[in-house]
């Protein structure tokens, strides 16, 4: 055994080694699941157990006859055992002295897109396996394209089954030269070429001597050795706040793992989206207080002033913003069976950021084997597309090409909270194609002007505070008819207020806007907008709109502001409706109905539920309602 | 490796702490399965980690089969204490009232009365949303595909061809009514890692890892050490000392020790680069059938 003080050094050393992460890309006739089991064999770790084992199942399900099938020591489920297919992501992992590793292992056909992607997602480096009597086919040209879209920067085409073309340099230079020019339209800075033979062993781990006119370094060698620590962005300072730390009175820290950027002591920054400035008091560890800390470690610091920041927010050097915008374009990957429908206001996870979007528009989709981009207004499971998103509230994110962790997001359904799609967000915007285009940069600095005039002055004027208060309902519930009565016993009461509904403002201020829900949701905001104005006058506006979901009516909520805003719904059952618009609803033609084809929210906070039966006491029941509130009158 | 280069064990800590703290920030109420084991001992230091210098903002549950070493109970109970941990010990009232045990019953009864339907109404009881496991993705074949953050319906079942995709380091934390989410931060690290971890950061373990003269039975192979009179006769008859060590932990007559003298950590991490045989060997419930701990895993296994 070996000497205590050598085992000690030697664990030392061992300790310090990095961590590489992998995908391996390819079908199992390409041989990578006997890469990948070759690659834990030969280095070691293949425990002799599971070979025990191995060697029992591959008697009873195996592929490879009596020899050993190194696969079916990685393809975990047992359904999929007996398919003789990897249907989904696998990890392993293995260690050489210099690095461990750890391969995500992903199935190769194209109905497995959405796994590769996922494997792809973490992975610092890609094998993409050749088999050499084939050559570069239709499947080599779909990997490659996914992972130059998930911005892996190191690829390694392995030319496997080399033994079946007898070695020869002119097949694997052929191959190499399609590849080249293949892979030039695409982003992939670091591309190695590695002849080999998996079931053979030649060079996997050791050089091998049949292929002497390969000069390069065997696969394992060469994974051993590639140079990955650069590719994080140490550049651009993004602290996405994951968790605020407050064990006591004295201490409140703000813990992230560190998307991008180096965090120091004594530097300056700032937060989003307040814009508040700050400097960094410390940076907390368990293991004692740091200078300065870098991606991905994960930290806590402290401010030296009392700012605002929750969960969600994002701190950065004040010089150095991410973009701030609730509009964007991004790739985005269709993971769910169910396509996708577009009227679904989808929750997005960003950043520890949470919010709601919907897709506006899909410009096109991209076939993932030709490259060949098409018109689609939806995508569907595996489908890849460029889309138009507009979120909630504000994001704050980089290009994914820039920065990944600030690039990428997951979309959530609203029902059945499945994972339904990922986006990574390009570059360029279009601003043509966005429903808004005022930035919310732009309207922080627009948003309040300079009046003379001020709330009280407005108050005492009118006798009363500017609020909304807004009736939903579906169409047909006499909600319209309520508003107006309300409007002129107000009036009459001697208010000064101002009536909006569907009609009136959709012949002139949204003319262009069908009844789509992306168009209906940018109807509203012009409402919301507008209320927000005559509001801050000192005007109560009666608005009257269906305003179907719950999304929809926060986000109005959010312009006109919470405390001005009282929610009204005419609760009238689809039954009731149908019978006062008879002709409405049997028109098969009018589409986006709610309640007929589109969902309506009923809302759970509604400050009344008014009886669309008895609608002549209505007005009478919201007077009360804002007198009591002192919206009108005040005295 | 330039200075902004973390270590493997660095890496690992910190995605780990990553994901502990997502689900503080996400989960209405968590909790953190200990299991006493090496893995839990990780696992709860990666959580102080995390939460530093607060203390950490959910308990910890223990399900205890009641079959565990009496070692296992004293360091849960001593280690608990010393760092002011909120322990919870949950345990199957009935069958252990109506006498389940792996020697009466079998192995496969006694897991899935006091171990699984435990664990189970132990969640339920609580109303926990999101659990932590200690389990790794190197254990087992069917762990290899398990998701970080693993979808469980409302009877606990995990459904393997129906998982969420899981990207970057973005987890979807929804969840209905009833449904909860089972979380497994130590996903990536293998046996080795833990080992040297647990060096690295001078964590304390269970000695029942580290080798001694124990008194051992050879019970189909395994080796089987008499940790209480409850063991039959017959058996503590064939009883002699040997020197072993455990590589797992759990209940004492289905736990086989194997022939160590790896009597520190640095022996045991040499032992663990050299050994050619893998961790659950030595747990006896994997051998039912071909498949089970997948099978136990659809049922709500941890």
Request: a negative charge; proline letters at 4%; one cysteine or more.
């Amino acid at each position: 055994m070996t000497q205590p003080i050598d085992i000690k050094a030697f664990l030392d050393q061992d300790e310090k080694k990095d961590l590489l992460r992998l995908l391996t890309a390819g079908s199992v006739d390409d041989g990578k699941s006997t890469l990948i089991g070759r690659l834990l064999f030969d280095s070691k770790r293949l425990y002799e157990d599971q070979l025990a084992a191995l060697q029992r199942d591959s008697k009873r399900v195996g592929h490879a006859g009596e020899d050993i099938d190194y696969a079916l020591l990685l393809d975990g489920l047992k359904a999929e055992r007996e398919q003789g297919i990897t249907i989904d992501v696998a990890y392993r992992y293995f260690s050489t002295n210099k690095r461990k590793f750890i391969i995500a292992d992903t199935p190769g056909h194209e109905q497995y897109t959405r796994n590769m992607v996922t494997g792809a997602s973490t992975a610092n480096l890609a094998i993409i396996l050749i088999d050499a009597t084939k050559g570069v086919i239709t499947q080599t040209r779909r990997h490659t394209f996914l992972v130059s879209l998930l911005g892996i920067k190191h690829v390694v085409l392995a030319v496997n089954k080399m033994d079946l073309v007898d070695f020869d340099q002119q097949v694997f230079n052929d191959i190499c030269e399609e590849y080249k020019n293949f892979v030039a339209q695409l982003d992939i800075p670091d591309v190695t070429y590695i002849p080999l033979s998996a079931l053979k062993g030649d060079n996997v781990v050791d050089h091998s001597e049949r292929m002497p006119w390969y000069k390069g370094m065997a696969m394992l060698e060469f994974l051993e050795s590639v140079h990955i620590s650069s590719d994080r962005n140490f550049d651009d300072l993004r602290y996405p706040v994951q968790y605020v730390l407050r064990p006591d009175r004295d201490f409140r820290g703000f813990s992230t793992r560190i998307a991008s950027g180096i965090v120091r002591k004594g530097e300056e920054i700032m937060v989003l989206p307040s814009r508040k400035k700050s400097t960094i008091k410390s940076i907390t560890t368990y293991d004692g207080e740091l200078d300065e800390a870098f991606p991905p470690q994960a930290v806590t610091i402290t401010l030296n002033d009392e700012v605002d920041v929750s969960r969600g927010d994002m701190i950065v050097y004040p010089d150095n913003l991410p973009r701030i915008e609730r509009h964007f374009e991004a790739t985005v990957v269709w993971m769910d069976e169910k396509p996708m429908d577009p009227s679904i206001q989808f929750f997005i996870k960003h950043a520890n950021n949470s919010t709601k979007v919907r897709i506006d528009k899909i410009k096109y989709k991209t076939d993932v084997n030709t490259l060949q981009k098409s018109e689609v207004d939806f995508l569907e499971l595996n489908e890849i597309g460029r889309a138009v998103l507009t979120t909630n509230k504000p994001l704050f994110f980089d290009p994914y090409k820039k920065n990944k962790n600030t690039g990428s997001f997951v979309l959530i359904h609203p029902v059945t909270n499945n994972t339904v799609a990922v986006g990574m967000i390009i570059d360029k915007l279009s601003p043509d194609d966005l429903p808004s285009k005022i930035s919310d940069q732009h309207r922080e600095l627009i948003r309040k002007g300079q009046g003379l005039v001020s709330d009280s002055e407005y108050q005492t004027r009118y006798n009363q505070k500017g609020a909304t208060l807004w009736v939903t309902g579906l169409h047909g519930s006499g909600k319209n008819e309520f508003a107006f009565s309300l409007e002129k016993q107000l009036f009459d009461m001697g208010a000064t207020v101002v009536l909006l509904d569907g009609s009136s403002v959709r012949s002139g201020l949204s003319k262009e806007l069908d009844y789509s829900p992306t168009d209906r949701a940018e109807h509203l905001r012009r409402v919301a907008e507008v209320c927000r104005l005559l509001n801050d006058q000192g005007i109560i506006t009666i608005c009257s709109f269906i305003s179907p979901d719950q999304a929809i009516r926060k986000q109005v909520t959010d312009i006109i502001g919470e405390d001005r805003f009282h929610l009204f719904l005419m609760d009238a059952s689809m039954e009731f409706c149908k019978k006062n618009k008879p002709e409405f609803y049997a028109d098969e033609t009018i589409k986006y109905v709610p309640g007929v084809d589109l969902p309506f929210e009923t809302p759970e906070d509604a400050a009344l539920k008014l009886d669309p039966t008895n609608n002549g006491k209505n007005p009478d029941l919201v007077i009360e309602y804002i007198r009591e509130n002192s919206i009108f009158p005040l005295h | 490796m330039n200075k902004y280069t973390l270590t493997h064990l660095r890496e690992l800590e910190a995605e780990a702490i990553h994901i502990i703290r997502e689900v503080a920030a996400e989960f209405e109420n968590p909790v953190m399965l200990y299991s006493i084991g090496k893995d839990s001992s990780v696992m709860v230091r990666l959580a102080e980690k995390a939460f530093y210098p607060g203390k950490v903002p959910f308990p910890l549950m223990h399900i205890d089969s009641k079959w565990k070493f009496k070692e296992m109970v004293e360091f849960r109970d001593n280690y608990a204490k010393e760092n002011g941990w909120d322990l919870i010990v949950h345990y199957n009232k009935e069958g252990f009232e109506s006498g389940v045990g792996p020697f009466t019953h079998g192995s496969k009864v006694h897991t899935d009365v006091m171990k699984t339907q435990a664990l189970l109404e132990g969640l339920s009881k609580y109303k926990f949303d999101a659990a932590f496991g200690g389990a790794r993705r190197d254990e087992e074949k069917s762990r290899a595909k398990e998701r970080i953050f693993s979808f469980r319906d409302k009877f606990h079942q995990w459904d393997p061809k129906n998982q969420r995709p899981e990207l970057w380091d973005i987890y979807n934390a929804k969840v209905h009514k009833g449904e909860s989410i089972r979380v497994f931060p130590i996903s990536n690290w293998t046996e080795l890692d833990i080992w040297q971890y647990i060096r690295l950061e001078n964590i304390p373990i269970v000695p029942l890892y580290y080798a001694k003269e124990r008194p051992i039975v050879e019970v189909d192979g395994n080796l089987i050490m008499v940790d209480d009179e409850r063991m039959p006769k017959e058996l503590v008859e064939k009883a002699e000392m040997r020197k072993v060590r455990f590589r797992t932990l759990g209940c004492y007559p289905l736990t086989g020790a194997i022939d160590s003298e790896a009597d520190n950590i640095e022996k045991i991490v040499e032992e663990m680069m050299t050994v050619t045989v893998s961790e659950r060997t030595t747990r006896v419930i994997d051998f039912d059938q071909e498949g089970s701990m997948e099978q136990k895993k659809r049922e709500g296994y941890f």
